[in-house]
């Protein structure tokens, strides 16, 4: 059987998280199609073509695919299954609204949120926030899975040659309509896939220090800015910065915690990180029981410092 | 019209799990549980769309020991007018329950099924998608929105890089994101209140559904436990180390 990994993109390009993705199904079986449903979508198939480990890419094009609605983006999907043993979506919010539609559909059990791909019908992933790693046995023929992409390194995006099957659409039925999106225009790196993550907490007090404070540091290091719930919550920061079980799930090569307490559930997205930096003014603050360095700190005093001395 | 609220009996979200030494899962036995904080979510945004006259009976679901009246009773002081418990000691996944809760949708033929959007204990985030799926209706998923307006929901969306607006015929499924609302506190009399509110059970039989789990849990461990790291005095040791130990800044 072969394995097919639904690309998220936006049209006209693939985004990372595909990468990750396609890795964890190449781990599954190493035949591996991509498949591209969009609107005007030639350029984000084109892409797909090129990543490194995918023999085929499937295109469809349907003006419902545009905004990647769930009922129309499964019902292609269920189209090709019965072709495939293995179906997999990266975790991120498109795949999570997906991949459970078609697992249903199909009758079979899905596996989410990957961390390890064990053998082709045995995976490992996190549950309890991520106090505990399960592994998971599926006896289901086809194997609908989402994938933490941190768990994953990212397939070459470039060095594939892939031939593209241009598809008939298939599609929902029309009960779900698109009306608009307010998506944050933003020069930083992508949260998920960024080296660096410079990440705030409540003890930062508002919105206008969460700017002051944090942006010139993330500047400073060319980082995503990241907030814990408790920061978006206050309003602080907008929820799509929110690292935690039930925000981002991050791993970069460095991430700074400031004014972090560090509860389990923010713990939960950003403990795989190679190196953790947490400033905090309590000593006792569980994020240093995580911490490579810790320093004791008033934030406003230690953080603008940091900015200065890099 | 009608609303379904399945809402999950878990481990406390304030509870830090352990894991069996026998590596068989997580040891939940004298562990304080409660009512999944997703779902309480749910639970509150039924009761206001009630509270503005758009809904006439919210109606809870829990699926589980029998134990999830409980769960079930917190749910109707904080405003469920009725409960339903399908009770099983099977373990139930996300499939099983999706199709229990299908079998509900059939006997209650409610116009809208607000869930929570994942469960803290199995972390899935798949029960409301698949319901909505067997059912054959519209999903919105991740809601921080929602508003009811001439047959349809409309429902801004929490995704990666922002926010986003879809409406969705009824009758459909929304799950509930973590700032769609704050559930407001249970009251001593409304918990007195609750206790006569009526509570159906069914067993999964009943209903015709096969609850036999399809993913085997091979074993549970805990994660890698990270090595503990040192405290630096000030800044500039911090850039030092940075710079000349994890040698992550260049």
Redesign the interface.
Known sequence: MTALVIAEHDNATIKGATLNTITAAIACDGDVHVLVAGHNAGAAAAAAAQIAGVSKVLHAEDASFE?G???SV?AQVLAVASSYGHILFPA???G??????????L???????ISKVDSSD?FE????????????????AIKVITVRTTGFDPAAATGGSAAIDTLAAAT??G??????????ASDRPEL?AAK?IVSGGRALGSGEKFTQVMIPLADK?GAAVGAS?AA??AGYA???WQVG??G?IVAP??YIAAGISGA??HLAGM?DS????AINKDPEAPI??????????DLFD?VP??TK?? | MKVLVPVKRVVDYNVKVRVKSDGTGVDIANVKMSMNPFDEIAVEEAVRLREKGIVTEVIAVSCGVSQCTETLRTAMAIGADRAILVETDVELQPLAVAKLLKALIDKEQPDLVILGKQAIDDDSNQTGQMLAALADWPQATFANKVEVVDGKAIVTREVDGGLETLAITLPAVITTDLRLNEPRYVTLPNIMKAKKKTVDTYKPEELGVDVTPRLKTLKVVEPAKRSSGVMVADVAALIDKLKNEAKVLG
């Open positions: 905004h609605l769930a009922e499964a991120t919010a498109s999570k609204n997906i991949a459970p539609r078609v697992a249903a559909k009758d079979v059990a899905q596996v989410s949120d045995t992933r996190p549950i309890y926030a991520g106090n505990a790693i399960a592994t998971v046995h599926s006896t289901d929902g039925d009960k779900s309509t698109f009306i608009g999106s307010e998506i944050a998920t660096v290091l719930r978006v919550d907008p929820n799509d079980q039930t981002k090569q460095l389990i559930q403990k190679k190196v953790i930096v240093f029981g995580v911490s490579d360095y810790g320093l004791v700190a230690a410092e940091l001395s890099l």
